[in-house]
């Protein structure tokens, strides 16, 4: 998951000398806030404008929203800041497609997200994203407005509390942190607290909400605080805990290593650790986008939509199984499998309700997982120089050995078959493509058969997180976070190109933030993997012996709907059709392309984990 990086390459402002605060709240029938692309002095600046000046102090570059009355005064502020060369705002299509930008924006870069949005549906419109970004460990800061404070209780247009719909605990709920500024004494007390819940561990959202008009009162907009370096990570680990653990690689000759979504940053301390002592690699969903294909130890995903290869590797009983980064949950666990969680498993996290999912493990190391590992290597090098003499059997997994069916991922049959589609992208698009895959069938095909050969992992983004080339939703997976995330990840590094695998079902919810691709000019391949159906729904329904109700979608061209919207596509048939696609030229055009993958329909997508949680596998 993202790593919060703060950059510190900005002049931070000098401390006001004036108290906060002593200007009056302004009236109900105060003039309306024009939106002034000049910079606020400091006899016009607003609550709004210091709110601004610190996301500019952190290294925020833009703001996914959509605009509305209750939070104008913080895009007037925002336009002030664009005019200047600082914040720019990014117009999405629906609220929750704002916090999927927000959490693909944060997961390429590893800075915070920032989403907006105005009061009453605007809010409530935004709690999807929230969650699913909170679930899966993504900074963001939900920024929402909210009625004048004068008409609270008066049941004005769109209020949050006082009797009418309580927005702000609804976001409580599913955020780190949700509180409203009442008080311009509060703003960077409450921002403070907000910037330390998304971006600490555990990380996610956390929300503010900010009443129109104490958005607008005059206020000092220079930053009292530099809050860059109170947001930095610390790079702690458990002494303790990383000398037993050397103790125990010591004594252990097969050793299994888990890799989760949490290793972006030590990845490659990970990996220098498994080679010392010659472990096997496997991975879980969310993780497999860290590991080269291709690497000699590398054995597959374990969990969901998984390999038979990773699941042999636990049922060989190896002496350890080093589990880094990952929450333990339904998919990555392979439904909490006794072959992992067992008196073998040491779980290895910053995060203490990780940790709380392994209480069978023999050892828990609490700390931050680049600085554990390196430390290990360090005592490693130093007690047997000579290096470990590993696991006999440990030999190379070839990536064919690890499919379900390896037929049909080269097959040349009519529809395409997903296994196939999955293999044409890999080839077809090399590194740094990024891929993100939607919820439902869409992530199952991906997680089981897409590919890269030849990845070398060479690019890195600005922090020090290696690139993850897959992107999915595992504890909370809403359809459609596909499409919004894909914008936010290549608005995040326009130079490399985003493909976003989605179904028909899921466009058909989310499907018009293609057109803020268009708009930013940003590269993203829309693949749509069109069968006429809520495949996940059809196929379960299938596999329980259920009655086949409610999965039909009517037949859509995709393509047609794409260039209604002055958006070019292509639809695909057959895996020839590829050959007719120019992509190179594809992935050098600003903006975005969609192919209209029409896929075999009745091909079973590896759900069967799925169904046994659920109680309906037969």
Known sequence: MSEARIPTNKRVRSAPSVTRGSAPIAGSHSAPCVADTAPASAATA????????????IGVEYVFGVPGGAIEPFYNALARSASRGGLRHVLARHESGAAFMADGYARETGRLGVCCATSGPGTTNLITGAACATENRVPVLAITGQSAMHSFGKRALQESGGGATDTLGMLAHCTRYSSLVTHPDQVESKLVNALVSACQTPQGVAHLAFPVDLLRRPIDARPAYDLRALLQRPSLADEGAVQALCAELGKARRLAFLVGSGCGEAIDAILELARMVRARLIATPDGKGYIDPRHPAYHGVFGFAGHRTASAVLREEPDLIL?????????TSGCWC?????????????????LMRSPMARLHVRGRIRTVCERIIELLRSERPAGFCGDPKAEACLPEDRLLEPAKFLSDAVPI????????????FPAPVRFLADAGNSAAWAIHYLDVPDRRFADRPRSAKRRNWLNVTMDFAPMGWAIGAAVGMARGDAASPVV????DGSFLMNGQEITVAAQECLTVVFVILNDGALGMVKHGQR????????????????????????IPGC????????????????????????????????????IGMRLKMLGTAK
């Open 46 to 57: 607003q609550v709004a404008d210091l709110l601004v000046a610190y996301l500019e102090q």
């Open 323 to 331: 589990a880094f980064g990952t929450s333990l949950g339904e998919w």
């Open 571 to 606: 639809v695909i048939r057959s895996p020839a059709d590829f050959d007719a696609l120019d992509m190179e030229a594809i992935l050098r055009r600003p903006g975005p392309f969609v192919l209209d993958v029409r896929i075999d329909g009745e091909e079973v997508p590896p």
């Open 338 to 354: 006794g072959t992992l969680l067992n008196g073998r498993l040491v779980h290895i996290d910053v995060a203490e309700d990780h």
């Open 417 to 428: 078959k997903p296994q196939r589609l999955m293999r044409e992208l890999g080839r077809r």
């Open 500 to 503: 976003c695998l989605t179904g």
């Open 543 to 566: 596999l329980a012996g259920a009655e086949p109700v409610a999965f039909r979608l009517p037949e859509v061209d995709f393509v047609r709907f794409a260039e209604s919207m002055g």
